[in-house]
């Protein structure tokens, strides 16, 4: 689909093909490709082989709704350019909807086919948020929530910014009585990126709408820290396996999917 073979760089979204110049620089030809549909347009079903081993009542179809970005954006909610959803799991990841194409894109972007519609997403992201907070945790706060972490940071918040260690190692010359401005530094240094991410993702688009998502998101302590940062309406995504949700959104819309039709079938034997 286009949604993720857009994501490889060898697709021309102008020309809706496969690059022809790439073609040419590692001398391939189309016929090497697939044929690229829309997210969700087409689908097969499931191999007789693979019915056999898992039993289901009958060959259910799978169609490939774009990636896990778009499917948990459609689930979150987020339907038209400016709308923007920010997940803070392992990353911080930024999804934007887009009226066209960006391309102008910095290192921690990636820009391509929005799943529904005609429209496209940017992607912003910082790879290893989740990661350097739960490092903190486990370091300095390991019996208590991640709102004791984050409330270093309101404590502190003067402090300057710390860029995040590189390893663990790097955390034991810091000492108990420095640990909380050593972890507000870090917070502060994400909170700076995320604002950076936001001024470049307002030059691709007017920002409607921000929901947010992610287990940290449980802390309510880090949610105050990001009202105050974005000094927005912010919507909170709590949704259980939004990915799978929007992944039928994406399939309803495209592939015209009727949704009690599908339901009344898939209900028969399970």
């Not at 390991?142 to 309101?154: H, N, T």
């Not at 860029?163 to 502060?188: E, H, M, R």
Request: net charge negative; aromatic share 12%.
């Amino acid at each position: 689909d286009s949604t993720s073979f857009g994501m490889s760089g060898m697709y021309d979204f102008r020309r809706n093909a496969v690059n022809a110049d790439l073609l040419r620089i590692i001398d391939l030809t189309k016929d090497f490709f697939p044929e690229v549909e829309n997210a969700a347009v087409k689908g097969e079903l499931i191999s007789t082989h693979i019915q056999q081993e898992w039993k289901p009542s009958y060959r259910f179809p799978v169609f490939l709704c774009g990636n896990d970005q778009g499917a948990s954006a459609c689930g979150a909610g987020l339907k038209q350019p400016g709308d923007v959803n920010i997940n803070f799991g392992t990353a911080m990841v930024f999804y934007t909807i887009t009226e066209s194409l960006t391309t102008n894109l910095t290192e921690n972007q990636i820009a391509g086919k929005h799943p529904i519609g005609d429209y496209y997403f940017l992607l912003n992201f910082e790879s290893d948020f989740g990661i350097q907070m739960r490092r903190l945790k486990d370091r300095f706060f390991r019996r208590s929530d991640y709102d004791r972490l984050f409330q270093a940071f309101v404590d502190h918040a003067d402090v300057a910014e710390q860029t995040p260690p590189a390893a663990d190692a790097n955390l034991d010359v810091v000492s108990s009585a420095n640990s909380q401005q050593f972890c507000a530094g870090i917070i502060k240094y994400y909170l700076n990126r995320l604002t950076a991410h936001f001024e470049h993702i307002r030059q691709a688009a007017a920002v409607k709408s921000i929901t947010l998502s992610g287990g940290m998101m449980n802390s309510q302590v880090w949610l105050d820290i990001l009202r105050r940062t974005l000094q927005q309406p912010l919507a909170i995504n709590n949704r259980a396996d939004a990915g799978l949700f929007g992944a039928i959104d994406i399939y309803r819309n495209n592939a015209k999917l009727q949704i009690i039709e599908f339901a009344n079938n898939f209900g028969k034997g399970h």
